[in-house]
Nanobody, 127 residues
């Protein structure tokens, strides 16, 4: 069971990036998937979550990124995406995807229940 986040990079403020969370060893469609970020010197914070397709497929987006970030999934590619638009320097962080791997899970998922984490991808937004 592995998750791999990718798609990070350096972008100017106002730009966009799309992060991907790919799974190996299991099918993402059945589980809620969360996105988190951790900026230097700060605690990890939840950014977004998408419920399993077996529940209602609902999404959650943190207030700090609402209206700018969109979470979605492509079941054919076994991938969850985080589309990040209108990026700000304060969005600079390492971004992680994670799952509690509970079948039929729905968002929000309590932080302590996330058991499987990707390795993180660095997003740097320059002013």
């Amino acid at each position: 069971v592995q998750l791999q986040a990718s798609g990070g990079g350096l972008v100017q403020a106002g730009g966009s990036l799309r992060l991907s969370c790919a799974a190996s060893g299991f099918t993402l469609d059945y589980y809620a998937i969360g996105w988190f970020r951790q900026a230097p010197g700060k605690e990890r914070e939840g950014v977004s979550c998408i419920s399993s397709s077996d529940s209602d497929g609902s999404t959650y987006v943190a207030e700090s990124v609402r209206g700018r970030f969109i979470v979605s999934r492509d079941n054919a590619k076994n991938t969850v995406y985080l589309q990040m638009n209108s990026l700000k320097p304060e969005d600079t962080a390492v971004y992680y995807c994670a799952t509690d791997k509970v079948p039929g899970g729905s968002c929000p998922v309590e932080y302590g229940r996330y058991r499987y984490w990707g390795q993180g991808t660095l997003v740097t937004v320059s002013a």
